[in-house]
């Protein structure tokens, strides 16, 4: 019997002890043989160790997990069963093997990155090297702070997905900003996207950026940029699905009218009439919607102007369009005679300005289409 073979025998003798000192003291034993000479085991015999080592661990407490997993997580041969149960404990276990250990494999990361928690997720967005699709995996659970973890990893690899999904994150958390604007691989059409909210400090670091691409990467990122735009304002959010078919259905019925968008107005549905709205001013989706939930009367009232809808039609998308607001029988008179004030040719005119928008996006997928 070989001398390894002889201490693992004496060593599962010690693992039939009860007490807890004793098992303590063969988990030590067991991992000072196992690290002396790890590359000298054969695959059955480290098996072996991770086999005794993984039952003891198991019953001891969270400080003697700690110190096994921080013994290991270093070591390109420690046993695979085990680093797995280590990688999947409570995160002061978890963290140095999901951050180092080399025996975890891409498939383990990512599925790890898909069920653990966020400290787990910032611990493997700290690797020293981070795959695309483990990154990908980890940006579609990750909060701020574990997305602020990887995209300050230079060994961080962000697919373009990735990359524009921190700069939409971005956008609404200014800790953000700094990290994703330093990014080496942040590509000119999202440093662009980002000089429209960072801070002045983040924004002259993004001017030198743009300054340093050369034409061709413009004109590369200008498609792209285009691209992103007609994806985000025509695409509408999953939530909208609904209102979309009903929509078209409505459309294909010949029953989108004036009238259908009063009653959904009245009835409160949101979504079905903020399409409909869009669709019989011609406008994009995005204009349609900020036209109504934020440009107030008189841009509700040219848009209705232009499309010729009757006064008592703005009137009720008016008053119902911000329903925590009572108005008075003079307001509601007031809101009348703005629509009445305003020229149609004037609306016309204003309206085309807000359709360029669209045209602009029209145009490349109907030329893509026609192709």
């Known amino acids: 019997m070989s001398r390894p073979a002889e201490n693992l025998s004496r060593l599962v003798d010690l693992a039939k002890e009860p007490s807890s000192e004793k098992r303590r003291e063969l988990l030590r034993d067991v991992t000072d043989l196992f690290l002396a000479e790890p590359q000298k085991f054969s695959e059955s015999e480290t098996a072996h160790f991770g086999a005794i080592m993984g039952q003891v661990a198991r019953e001891m407490e969270l400080t003697v997990r700690k110190q096994l997993a921080g013994s290991l997580a270093h070591v390109a041969e420690a046993p695979r069963n085990l680093i797995l149960d280590l990688a999947a404990d409570d995160i002061e276990v978890a963290r140095p ?3 180092h ?13 898909g069920e653990k928690g966020q400290e787990h ?15 990908d995996a980890i940006v579609a659970r990750a909060d701020d702070n574990v997305l602020e973890t990887l995209v300050k990893n230079a060994g961080a690899s962000l697919s373009r997905g990735a990359l524009e999904t921190v700069v939409d994150r971005a956008e609404t958390n200014a800790r953000l900003q700094t990290p994703v ?3 080496a691989d942040l590509p000119p059409d999202l440093v662009n996207e980002m000089l429209l909210f960072v801070t002045s400090a983040v924004k002259q670091h993004l001017v030198e950026r743009l300054a340093s691409f050369d034409e061709a990467a413009i004109e590369r ?12 304002l025509l695409a509408p959010s999953p939530q909208w699905a609904n209102a979309e078919r009903f929509i078209a259905q409505k459309e294909r019925e010949r029953g989108l009218t004036e009238r259908l968008l009063v009653e959904l107005a009245k009835a409160k549905r949101a979504n079905e009439f903020i399409i409909g709205f869009s669709k019989l001013t011609d406008l994009d989706l995005s204009t349609a919607q900020r036209i109504i939930t934020k440009g107030g009367a008189e841009a509700l009232a040219i848009a ?3 499309a010729r809808f009757d006064r008592s039609t703005f009137s009720t998308f008016a008053l119902l369009s911000d329903p925590s607001t009572v108005r008075s029988t003079d307001e509601t008179a007031n809101l009348l ?6 020229p149609i040719e004037a609306a ?3 309206m085309r300005f807000w359709k360029v928008r669209k045209q602009a996006m029209d145009a490349p997928a109907a030329a893509a289409a026609a192709g």
């Open 97 to 99: 093997v999901l951050a």
């Open 101 to 113: 250990s080399p025996v975890l494999e891409e498939r383990d990361l990512i599925a790890l990155a």
């Open 121 to 135: 997720l910032q611990a493997l967005s700290s690797r020293s090297s981070v795959s695309e699709a483990l990154a």
């Open 181 to 183: 604007a330093q990014r």
């Open 221 to 232: 990122a200008l498609v792209i940029s285009r691209s992103r735009i007609r994806r985000k």
């Open 304 to 306: 209705c102007k232009a």
């Open 337 to 342: 005679a703005l629509y009445d004030k305003v």
């Open 348 to 350: 016309q005119r204003a």
